[in-house]
C-alpha cells in the first residue's frame, strides 16, 4: 500500500487526522500500510450500509467504558450524513445506558440473601426477560428482594427502551453487542445475550461478525496518544 493511501484510508475510518499519523508514517510506513489495512478489514465489511456502521460506532465510543469525546462527535456526524434519524441516534445513546446494570448483574449475586424466591418475579417471565433470566438465572428475584426500588424502576425502564418505534429491534442488540466486546469492558455473558437476541430479530451470522468487528478500529488510539507523545519527548530533548 502506498504511504497517501494509507492515510487517506485511515483518515476514512477514523475522521480527520492529527500530526502523529504522519510521523508514525515516516518513522514506519511499513507498519502503518499493515495496520490500515487491518483495521480497514474489520471496518469495512460490506455487509453493513453506512449508516448502520456508524450508529455502531457510535455505540463502542459513547458506552460508559470508552467515553471518546471525539469519536462520538465524529460518529454522530457521519450517521446523520449516512441518513441515520435524530430519533435512531437516540435510541442508541439510551440503550447504552443499560450497561449501568452489568454492575448489578455482577455485584448482587455476590451479596447473601434470605429466603430469595427460586423463581422469577412474574413481571420478568415472558419475552424478552425470560431470555435474560437464562442467560443470568436468579437475577431478577435476586433483584426484587434485595432492592425493590430499583427493580421496579428497572423494570419501568427496560419498558421504555423497547418501545417497538426507532431502531430496528436486531441492530439494537447489535448496538449491545458492540458496547459489551469494547476492549476496555468485554462483558461475555451479555453479549452472548444480545448475539442470541439479535438473531432471534433476524440478524444474520454475517451481521453480528461484521458488528464485533467494529471494535477493533479504535486500536488506533493508542497510536494516536503515544506517537504524539513521542514526538513532544523527542522536540523537548532536542532543546536541551
Not at 508514517?25 to 456502521?53: K, M, N, Q, T
Not at 455502531?56 to 462527535?73: C, I, K, P, R, S
Amino acid at each position: 500500500m502506498c504511504r497517501v493511501s494509507a492515510l487517506v484510508d485511515l483518515e476514512r475510518m477514523l475522521g480527520p487526522l492529527g500530526p502523529a499519523w504522519q510521523e508514525l508514517l515516516d518513522r514506519d510506513p511499513e507498519f502503518v500500510g499493515a495496520f490500515s489495512a487491518y483495521l480497514s478489514a474489520c471496518h469495512d465489511d460490506a455487509v453493513l450500509e453506512p449508516r448502520i456502521r456508524e450508529l455502531l460506532l457510535l455505540a463502542h465510543d459513547a458506552t460508559m467504558t470508552v467515553l471518546d469525546a471525539g469519536g462520538v462527535d465524529l460518529r454522530v456526524s457521519r450517521a446523520l450524513d449516512a441518513g441515520a434519524s435524530e430519533r435512531e441516534v437516540l435510541d442508541v445513546l439510551e440503550l447504552l445506558t443499560l450497561i449501568s446494570t452489568h454492575s448489578l448483574t455482577t455485584g448482587l449475586p455476590l451479596v447473601p440473601a434470605d429466603d430469595v424466591a427460586a423463581d422469577p418475579p412474574d413481571a420478568t417471565r415472558g419475552g424478552y426477560w425470560k431470555a435474560f433470566e437464562q442467560r443470568f438465572p436468579g437475577f431478577h428475584a435476586r433483584m426484587a428482594e434485595l432492592t425493590p426500588e430499583v427493580f421496579e424502576a428497572y423494570r419501568e425502564l427496560g419498558r421504555v427502551l423497547w418501545r417497538p418505534e426507532g431502531l430496528p429491534m436486531k441492530w439494537r442488540e447489535l448496538v449491545l453487542v458492540v458496547a459489551d466486546l469494547s476492549t476496555t469492558h468485554l462483558f461475555r455473558d451479555g453479549a452472548a445475550l444480545h448475539v442470541a437476541n439479535a438473531m432471534h430479530y433476524g440478524a444474520t451470522r454475517e451481521e453480528v461478525v461484521a458488528a464485533i468487528g467494529l471494535t477493533v478500529p479504535y486500536t488506533a488510539r493508542t497510536l494516536e496518544l503515544g506517537v504524539a507523545a513521542l514526538a513532544r519527548h523527542r522536540t523537548v530533548r532536542q532543546r536541551t
